[in-house]
């Protein structure tokens, strides 16, 4: 059985965990310089809110309902979402973390899985402050329905009987099916189909020829039938996460600079087929040694941007601070975080003019796509960090900065 695990209203969440005073208080998290909404909570979806609304034309509502708001904290963000994926590596032998808040992880063998998805809320909800929901069935698609599922009902559920996952897949409308994206629901709507149930009877050979062989994987899971290479990318917008397990353990910083580089051009590739930039570079490694499994992180906030060099620059910097030459590494990770949609390239004061960058970075786009990926790629670049953002309501780094630790007194 796999289980899916994801926070709830995660910005907002790690916001509230070290400010217990703002309790049922609806809380919005903006955008990159305070420009629009990028998260919100419950409580401020119930006032009408909405993702993507501008900061200036939300101040009605934000000032007439006591509102709080802040700015994007991503270093707070990517580290807790660290604590809650070793809370889970704790809980569970395999954990693959699927976004910043989302975790797929293996419970092959576990019995009673109601009951354990409930001590993994509770565990993670006590050692991270951070509530969870968790899905459980025999695939990963099922495992997605089923945290849908429990989102709108007690924070967890579990499928496993036919008749619980027939109910389920009765209960998804085809535009929720993981994955499944807004051009083919449509396609699938017009054709008369509407539900999970409805998309699972069409025949195989159909959806392969339809929607490629991903929509027919995805169908076979929801069928129950576990597809060990279904790849189904997460919203762009939680962050794009890119890593490998080395086939033998690596000491040299040398090649863990290399593959951390690697790792980087693919995860900019995709940043930049998405027409979007980063701010937030964070970079994990992780080394097998007598005292067992251990990952270490390290996160940094950069200049919105899209440029290969600065952002291998940024997780150099991060790796070498990591890096200590008597372990032994078997996997190193990159993550980008403080995704949004690149908005116009004009010169900025405070990012310098960013023209000659664009020029070069759409040239090795053209090498690469007509010669093949990695033609042209960067050996690296001094990293900066002269720059400035507007972020006016910028909680405390309360886990990663020594003068911010919350103070207790008694
Ligand atoms: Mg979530």
Request: aromatic share 10%.
């Amino acid at each position: 059985m796999i289980g899916l695990v994801d926070c709830e209203s995660f910005y907002c969440s790690c916001e509230r965990a070290f400010r217990p005073d703002l309790k049922k208080t609806p809380i919005i998290v903006l955008s990159n310089n305070d420009h629009w909404i990028i998260a919100l909570n419950f409580e401020a979806k119930n006032l009408g809110l909405k993702r993507g609304v501008r900061f200036k034309e939300a101040l009605p509502i934000i000032n007439e309902n006591s509102v709080v708001f802040f700015s994007s904290n991503y270093t707070l963000y990517s580290d807790i979402s660290w604590r809650v994926m070793e809370t889970l590596r704790d809980l569970s032998p395999g954990v693959e973390s699927y976004s910043i808040d989302e975790a797929f992880i293996d419970l092959s063998g576990f019995k009673n899985l109601a009951v354990y998805g409930e001590t993994i809320r509770r565990t993670i909800k006590k050692q991270t402050l951070i509530p969870t929901t968790v899905g459980i069935a025999p695939t990963k698609a099922l495992a997605k329905t089923a945290q849908r599922l429990a989102k709108k009902d007690t924070g967890i559920h579990v499928l496993e009987t036919q008749k619980e996952i027939a109910e389920a897949l009765e209960l998804t409308p085809v535009e929720d099916i993981w994955g499944i994206g807004r051009a083919y629901a449509e396609k699938l709507e017009a054709a008369g189909i509407k539900t999970a149930t409805e998309f699972i009877k069409i025949p195989g050979w159909i959806v392969k020829k339809e929607m490629t062989s991903v929509g027919w994987r995805l169908q076979r899971e929801l069928k129950g039938i576990p597809m060990a290479d279904l790849k189904i990318e997460a919203d762009p917008r939680k962050g794009i996460i890119s890593a490998r397990q080395f086939r033998s353990p690596v000491q040299e910083l040398s090649i863990l600079y290399e593959a951390i580089s690697y790792y980087a051009e693919l995860a900019v590739e995709k940043l930049r087929a998405q027409e979007c930039t980063t701010n937030s570079v964070t970079v994990s490694l992780e080394s097998s040694g007598s005292g067992g499994r251990n990952g270490r992180h390290a996160s940094i906030e950069i200049a919105p941007t899209d440029y290969l060099p600065d952002i291998i620059s940024a997780a150099r910097s991060l790796l070498k601070k990591l890096y200590s030459s008597d372990l032994e590494y078997w996997r190193t990770t990159i993550f980008l975080f403080g995704i949004e949609p690149i908005t116009g390239r004009q010169m900025n004061f405070f990012y310098g003019d960013n023209r000659k960058k664009t020029v070069l970075s759409e040239k090795v786009d053209e090498i690469n796509s007509k010669l093949g990926q990695h033609t042209v790629h960067p050996c690296g670049s001094e990293f900066r960090t002269d720059w400035g953002m507007r972020r006016a309501y910028l909680s405390p780094c309360y886990t990663t900065r020594i003068k911010d630790f919350p103070v207790a007194h008694w």
